[in-house]
């Protein structure tokens, strides 16, 4: 099962005590990922902008601050780097901020349901993606809830996601996601059906953080 695609995120986000969020990302497309990604830079800024708000859909109020693109043809990289804002990113509630330490690589993708499968499934494309997230909390707070990591493998592919709580109020969310092509029988459809569900769900664990 040879993965085809690689997709890399390196980002970071503070959130205020308010609750907003202003944050920079770098995506890192390679091989066959290269080919979907690499035209961005010919798009309109207008066509641009409403892209990256489709990608990052997860975080309400969005705007984009800056895009930067520098297209390697020759290593086969395309590399996009933006500056992001965004108003009320977390929930505040009694002093308590809520919101998902996974801003910038989450994967909602979760097959439909099926009573009775009929026919054999393929998983159509193999592809990797890994990011690593560093989150900066506001001063005067204190972590009350954080996620616990998650780390599954099996025939469908492999999914591992961390939350390490760092020193000067840093949390370093680290995220790897295998999937790989093939074709399956039916009866394993509703374990790559669980399989994704728990992905997507995990991909929006939450943290609370309370005033001091």
Known sequence: FPVTIHWT??????????????????????????DSYFNRERSS?????????????NINNLTIKKITHH??????????DLELEAEAYAQNSNGKLLFVLNAFDQ????PNKSRVREFSFQITTGYTDESEIEVNLPEGFIIEAKPNGVKLDNEFGSYTIEFMQLENKKVLC???LIIKKGFYDKSKYENYRKFRETV????????????I
Do not use: C, H, P, W
């Not at 800024?45 to 859909?57: C, L, M, T, V």
């Not at 997507?200 to 005033?211: C, H, P, R, T």
């Open 9 to 34: 995120i390196r980002g970071n986000y503070t959130i205020s005590a308010e609750g907003n969020f202003v944050g920079k990302v770098k995506m890192i497309s390679k091989g066959l990922q290269y």
């Open 45 to 57: 800024r207008e066509n641009q902008i409403k892209a990256y708000k489709e990608e990052f859909s």
């Open 71 to 80: 297209n390697n043809s020759q290593d086969i990289e395309f590399i996009e």
């Open 107 to 110: 994967n909602s993708f979760v």
């Open 174 to 176: 680290k995220r790897k």
């Open 200 to 211: 997507a769900k995990s991909d929006n664990s939450k943290i609370v953080i309370a005033k």
